[in-house]
């Protein structure tokens, strides 16, 4: 019998990782939601469950007890995983964000702790599931904001939209992916960045111009496709997205 395919979705009961659980599990993936809280975890996955097999893990990024209890309990479950997708993440409004000349330390610290140490975190503890897959994906939900060609642009948009304590969070994010890239490149793991676009979702309050299954496209593409892209890329939902 062909073993159906697993992927692990952080921040998986609503906005983009929502969106992509739904569409990995109309694609025949098992797929686990994570979520800290795991009540609206259940909830999630319960409206999920007409596309397909979705379940939920209650996991919570920034604790590194929680992170290896999920990947236990996971491994006790299934015992391996093909995707990973790194979509938990957060981007606080101002004034924790901001100008370099006037950003809070401490939000500072508090973005990093989800948005990069919480990706080490989890895709460390996944590893070992991971490398039981033949064919197994890791993506990391970056950003525009992350690419640096982009924000030293004076004719770029992002350059005068000034959130510097969540670009430099997701530009580390994206030096994450390449270090995971190198350290995986003779496994059969394929390790990508993505820059969703200007979604429409709680972190910038709905005001995006996408909407979620626009923003998803790429990433689903790439975590499903049979042929895998390079290793390494950071890619948008048109091609190739600048460092």
Do not use: C
């Amino acid at each position: 019998m062909v073993q159906r395919k697993t992927a692990l979705v952080t921040g998986g009961n609503k906005g983009l990782g929502y969106e992509m659980a739904r569409q990995l599990a109309e694609r025949g993936y098992r797929v686990w939601i994570g979520s800290r809280d795991l009540a609206l975890g259940e909830a999630a996955a319960d409206r999920l469950r007409p596309a397909g097999n979705v379940r939920v893990l209650q996991l919570d990024v920034r604790d590194r007890n929680g992170v290896d209890a999920a990947a236990s309990a996971l491994a006790a479950e299934i015992g391996h995983l093909d995707v990973l997708i790194n979509n938990a993440g957060i981007s606080p409004m101002p004034p924790d964000d901001g100008k370099a000349s006037e950003i809070s330390v401490d939000a500072t610290r508090s973005i990093f702790e989800t948005n990069v140490l919480g990706v080490i975190l989890v895709t460390q503890a996944f590893l070992p599931l991971l490398r039981t897959s033949t064919d197994g994906r890791i993506l990391m939900i970056s950003s525009g904001m992350g690419s640096l060609t982009r924000l030293i642009d004076p004719a770029s948009g992002l350059s005068r939209w000034p959130r510097a304590a969540y670009s430099a969070s997701k530009a580390a994010l994206n030096a994450i992916v390449v270090g995971f890239a190198n350290d995986l490149r003779d496994t059969p793991i394929r390790v990508y960045a993505i820059n969703p676009g200007f979604v429409a979702t709680d972190i910038n309050d709905n005001t995006g111009i996408l909407t979620p299954a626009q923003g998803v496209r790429r990433a689903v593409e790439l975590a499903t496709m049979p042929e895998p892209a390079l290793t390494g890329g950071f890619f948008n939902d048109t091609g190739i997205e600048p460092w």
